[in-house]
């Protein structure tokens, strides 16, 4: 499936969560207001605390692929995915991320992992910038996926659980979901 393909299906799924609950972001000028870019300070803040709460920093894939940067043409980043180090991930439908209406109103933390432009194949991927964390209500994350990358965690501001959208496909699942407690 190409990457256009896939956007497609995302874009896809996004409105026909948006008609089912009456959620109205028809622009990503819209899904902005709905929006707080946190400061870069508190955004890596956040990240780290992220880490600290559901990573397992000790794995070896950590140290390889996420603690180990790499320099590429735009920068210095990681290779891996933070989803491959959680300490206890659970597999969830992806209907259980998208459906969720006891969410719809808490705020929570989204942010994806920070990769090269070299990693992506789909062009303008990044509608924020690459280390960026946004604040916003579970119902407007979930109405505007379309303008967020495909892999995004999604964090109770509490750190109390966890949420992740990859964009991988498992054992016949057609998109790998996880969620983690601390």
Same mark, same amino acid.
């Given at each position: 499936?190409?990457?256009?393909?896939?956007?497609?299906?995302?874009?896809?799924?996004?409105?026909?969560?948006?008609?089912?609950?009456?959620?109205?972001?028809?622009?990503?000028?819209?899904?902005?207001?709905?929006?707080?870019?946190?400061?870069?300070?508190?955004?890596?803040?956040?990240?780290?605390?992220?880490?600290?709460?559901?990573?397992? #920093?000790?794995?070896?894939? /950590? !140290? &390889?692929? *996420? %603690?180990? @940067?790499?320099?590429?043409?735009?920068?210095? =980043?990681?290779?891996?995915?933070?989803?491959?180090?959680?300490?206890?991930?659970?597999?969830?439908?992806?209907?259980?991320?998208?459906?969720?209406?006891?969410?719809?109103?808490?705020?929570?933390?989204?942010?994806?992992?920070?990769?090269?432009?070299?990693?992506?194949?789909?062009?303008?991927?990044?509608?924020?910038?690459?280390?960026? #964390?946004?604040?916003?209500? /579970? !119902? &407007?994350? *979930? %109405?505007? @996926?379309?303008?967020?990358?495909?892999?995004? =965690?999604?964090?109770?501001?509490?750190?109390?659980?966890?949420?992740?959208?990859?964009?991988?496909?498992?054992?016949?699942?057609?998109?790998?979901?996880?969620?983690?407690?601390?």
């Amino acid at each position: 499936m190409t990457s256009r393909t896939q956007r497609c299906l995302l874009v896809a799924r996004c409105s026909l969560l948006r008609q089912s609950r009456a959620i109205h972001l028809r622009s990503l000028e819209d899904f902005k207001q709905h929006v707080t870019i946190l400061p870069s300070d508190d955004a890596e803040r956040i990240r780290q605390r992220y880490i600290d709460t559901f990573v397992d #920093v000790t794995s070896a894939y /950590y !140290r &390889d692929s *996420i %603690a180990t @940067l790499r320099q590429y043409s735009d920068g210095v =980043y990681y290779s891996g995915y933070l989803w491959d180090t959680l300490k206890h991930p659970q597999m969830i439908p992806e209907k259980a991320v998208l459906r969720n209406p006891a969410m719809w109103n808490e705020t929570v933390y989204a942010f994806w992992d920070l990769h090269s432009s070299e990693k992506i194949v789909v062009k303008d991927y990044w509608e924020y910038q690459k280390n960026a #964390v946004l604040e916003l209500r /579970y !119902r &407007d994350l *979930i %109405a505007g @996926l379309a303008y967020l990358p495909e892999d995004i =965690y999604i964090a109770a501001t509490d750190f109390s659980w966890t949420l992740i959208l990859t964009h991988e496909s498992w054992e016949g699942v057609p998109r790998y979901c996880l969620k983690a407690m601390p």
